[in-house]
T-cell receptor, first 113, second 114 residues
Framework: DSGVTQTPKHLITATGQRVTLRCSPR?????VYWYQQSLDQGLQFLIH???????AKGNILERFSAQQFPDLHSELNLSSLELGDSALYFC????????????FGQGTRLTVV | DQQVKQNSPSLSVQEGRISILNCDYTNSMFDYFLWYKKYPAEGPTFLIS?????DKNEDGRFTVFLNKSAKHLSLHIVPSQPGDSAVYFC?????????????FGKGTRLSVIA
């Protein structure tokens, strides 16, 4: 158990809809990262938050947004969903701003139909 | 443009033998490298890491080697066990150059045959 909790584990939704994925980092970790893993792809970095502030953006679509709350949990919002958004979405946390050993949650498998 | 490349999608090794997984990177700003292991339906699990000031780091059966001039690292698993069968991801970061997030390769699926 990495200590990082993601909910829900599975999500099936229709095209055009909006969903919210939730992540609770390890106790004490201030950094939260979101990654997307599509079929046959590696983990693509989406966005990084540190103590409530956005620190870095990767290949995140404009239809996607995230935030980190005062209690350090984070949410990833995906809107106007398309079939191609079907993927595994992972959240990771670490104790430092420098992303050294990040600990990953079990992921949310999103299926857009 | 892939900054971290794992050119072997899969690898099969006999139990007890050595498994060698390779990784190449292109960004000279990377100075911290990690290997993660992933089982199906689970998140990646941190395995071992190495800083660019070292060329080798060992942890039990796992050793990571770094060749900075070639921008190449490898993970050696000796002896390989059936429980090592998983997807292994190489990742890199620029810890001392702007705190860049981890950049991952596409992974290598290791199968250890009993």
């Amino acid at each position: 158990d990495s200590g990082v909790t993601q909910t829900p584990k599975h999500l099936i939704t229709a095209t055009g809809q909006r969903v919210t994925l939730r992540c609770s980092p390890r106790s004490g970790d201030l950094s939260v990262y979101w990654y997307q893993q599509s079929l046959d792809q590696g983990l693509q970095f989406l966005i990084h938050y540190y103590n409530g502030e956005e620190r870095a953006k990767g290949n995140i679509l404009e239809r996607f947004s995230a935030q980190q709350f005062p209690d350090l949990h984070s949410e990833l919002n995906l809107s106007s969903l398309e079939l191609g958004d079907s993927a595994l979405y992972f959240c990771a946390s670490s104790g430092a701003v420098g992303n050294t050993e990040a600990f990953f949650g079990q992921g949310t498998r999103l299926t857009v139909v | 443009d892939q900054q971290v490349k794992q050119n072997s999608p899969s690898l099969s090794v006999q139990e007890g033998r050595i498994s060698i997984l390779n990784c190449d990177y292109t960004n000279s700003m990377f100075d911290y490298f990690l290997w993660y292991k992933k089982y199906p339906a689970e998140g990646p699990t941190f395995l071992i890491s190495i800083s660019s000031i070292k060329d080798k780091n060992e942890d039990g059966r796992f050793t990571v080697f770094l060749n900075k001039s070639a921008k190449h690292l490898s993970l050696h698993i000796v002896p390989s066990q059936p429980g090592d069968s998983a997807v292994y991801f190489c990742a890199a970061s620029g810890v001392h150059s702007g705190n860049t997030p981890l950049v991952f390769g596409k992974g290598t699926r290791l199968s250890v045959i009993a």
